[in-house]
């Protein structure tokens, strides 16, 4: 029996629609956490976090309000991570879906609401920031009921900054959302749906717990890793890891584990007995990257922190993966796997703040499933080891399915932006305030080409989108390589559309003619695809003033000083090679020269 009536629910919102301000709310207004220690922001911990105002990690919290024990689990909202996020919401009854009264729905708004339904959580529809000057909130309210199918009665109103409408959305907590169901055993079963790291205690799991009770000193096993353990410490967040004597059927709290070693704990997993008769929890599925950079130190002294920092990243966040690499001038680094942009971008991020590392990140790929004219099938994720052109029986790469959310005004510059990157339009819907609702599916590289920096542009910062991930599909793409003195560089490789090989195989040339220093010799810059050279420059030989310590006397003899110069050259042009500086490298291969 579950001691205590309990309701577990999370927040769902599209960014800045004031979700960490409503948490603030909640916490103040439940007592949880005493007004001297209140600030901004408080589940919000890391300050990566704050300053861009999105939810990176999870984080869990239990409130008090009356007799009802409130569990809640605060959620990063961005599709890089939704798997955890289809975690976390399985592990709760009930979620509030924040909709900003300013802003209106938007795209994020639609793909959380789909995944808050697919879990078949209870859903308490939410408009926000309505002490705002510009807020709309009957038209709003109008918008939600249409999309959650509920009464525009039942649509809440809340100021996240003043407070207002915040004790009905606790009694509606109580009221709409249902309690956990009753154990079905005395056997522990629980759900990871997080995990932290500490240097002395190991990884602590965060749990929802299904059956049983959990306790320290129990031998348990994750049933996907089989590795066992013994529970160091269970507890609940408040939100500070807090010890208590146990965790039984409904709550949600944490389990220290003691374990060290990276990849043995992963979301989704279930936590049990050695031998239990339960059945794993559904849903496990272990993290698969879809998105590849390049990581190195910009000193080579600093490779064995960059290896140290990595493992203990991936102790706290199993969906990071890694193996070594060497480039020719950048030295040895790491190529890196992540589950989207905004994943690199907070790894990379991460590396720099937290572990002081200067880094050099090439520009983002995807993984492509190549198969080859011999029968042979490979996934590849870097282009240096793309297969040569005719060596290739068919490619395939990922599609998402985009959904951009747009001012009317912007509807023409969009259909273009749509076209140039290879989208296929699906579907468009009117909302009642004139906005445009407009469904795609496209390459997942184009996506990553500048989609969204020129989405923002068009609609003068006023579009939204998000992104989910659909199946793989037959790809129209060449390998770009980049000859210097007629021999190739594998850093300057790329992977692009067949469609836009011309153009960016004059792009690179051009960029490179512009930074490369001048040799002895004359210097051929090229682009090779589809087995030819498609685009060539010239770099004009250094010029060396051969004869400038004559004076007077007989011509002859600047001819001959210039003639020895001549052949010097024409030997160099025959067998020199191009040394490349490292600056230049960071210019052509780094993520922000895209």
Not at 433 to 450: C, K, V, Y
């Amino acid at each position: 029996m579950i001691p205590d009536p309990i309701r577990n629910f999370s927040i769902i919102a599209h960014v800045d629609h004031g979700k960490s301000t409503l948490a603030d709310r909640l916490l103040e207004r439940t007592g949880t956490i005493p007004a001297r220690k209140m600030r901004a922001q408080v589940l919000d911990r890391m300050d990566l976090e704050r300053e861009r105002g999105i939810t990176i990690k999870m984080q869990p919290v239990q409130m008090r309000y009356g007799a009802y024990v409130l569990n809640l689990i605060d959620t990063p909202g961005h599709i890089d991570f939704s798997y955890e996020v289809s975690r976390a919401l399985s592990a709760v009854e009930g979620v509030l879906l924040l909709v900003d009264s300013t802003q209106g729905i938007q795209a994020q708004t639609l793909t959380t609401f789909a995944a808050a339904k697919a879990q078949n959580c209870a859903i308490i529809p939410v408009v926000s920031k309505i002490d705002a000057p510009s807020a709309r909130v009957d038209d709003v309210t109008a918008e939600l009921a249409k999309l959650t199918g509920v009464p525009s009665a039942e649509v809440l109103a809340v100021s996240g900054k003043t407070g207002a409408g915040v004790d009905a959305l606790l009694d509606a907590i109580v009221s709409r959302v249902p309690p956990p169901a009753a154990s079905r055993g005395d056997e522990p079963r629980g759900l990871i749906f997080d995990f932290s790291y500490s240097a002395h205690r190991g990884i602590a799991v965060y749990l929802r717990v299904f059956d049983g009770t959990f306790r320290k000193g129990q031998t348990l096993r994750f049933r996907a890793a089989g590795q066992e353990f013994v529970a160091l410490e269970t507890g609940i967040f408040t939100p500070e890891e807090t010890p208590s004597d146990s965790l039984s059927s409904g709550d949600i709290g944490y389990v220290v584990t003691g374990v060290k070693e990276a990849g043995v704990v992963a979301v989704g997993d279930t936590v049990g007995p050695t031998k239990g008769a339960l059945p794993p929890l559904p849903g496990f599925a272990r993290p698969r990257p879809v998105v590849w950079a390049s990581v190195y130190p910009e000193s080579q002294d600093d490779l064995p922190l960059l290896r140290q920092s990595l493992v203990r990243l991936r102790l706290s966040d199993s969906s990071l993966s890694f193996e070594e690499e060497s480039s020719g001038v950048l030295g040895r680094g790491f190529r890196c796997g992540f589950l989207g942009l905004l994943h690199l971008e907070i790894v990379t991020e991460r590396l720099r703040r937290e572990f002081g590392l200067a880094l050099i990140v090439t520009i983002p790929t995807i993984s492509y499933a190549v198969a080859r004219t011999s029968g042979a099938r490979e996934v590849v994720y870097t282009p240096a080891k793309f297969p040569e052109h005719g060596d290739i029986a068919e490619i395939r790469e990922p599609w998402v399915k985009v959904i951009v959310i747009a001012p009317p005004e912007a509807m023409s510059a969009l259909v273009q932006l749509l076209y140039e990157h290879e989208a296929d339009t699906k579907a468009t819907e009117t909302f009642p305030d004139g906005r445009i609702e407009l469904t795609a599916e496209m390459p997942l590289r184009e996506l990553m080409r500048g989609f969204f920096d020129r989405l923002k542009n068009i609609s003068s910062g006023y579009a939204s989108l998000a992104y989910e991930f659909l199946d793989e599909r037959p790809a129209d793409v060449v390998r770009l390589d980049v000859l210097v003195a007629e021999e190739a560089v594998p850093a300057f490789a790329r992977i692009v559309a067949r469609r836009r090989v011309q153009e960016e195989a004059e792009k690179m040339v051009d960029k490179l003619h512009a930074i490369l220093p001048k040799q002895l010799f004359v210097t051929k810059i090229q682009a090779r695809a589809l087995g030819r050279i498609i685009a060539s420059r010239t770099l004009s030989a250094m010029r060396k003033d051969v004869t400038g310590y004559l004076y007077g006397g007989d011509v002859s003899r600047k001819k001959k000083l210039l003639e020895k110069q001549k052949r010097g050259k024409k030997k160099l042009l025959a067998r020199g090679k191009v040394d490349i500086p490292e600056e230049v490298f960071m210019k052509m291969v780094q993520e922000s020269d895209r």
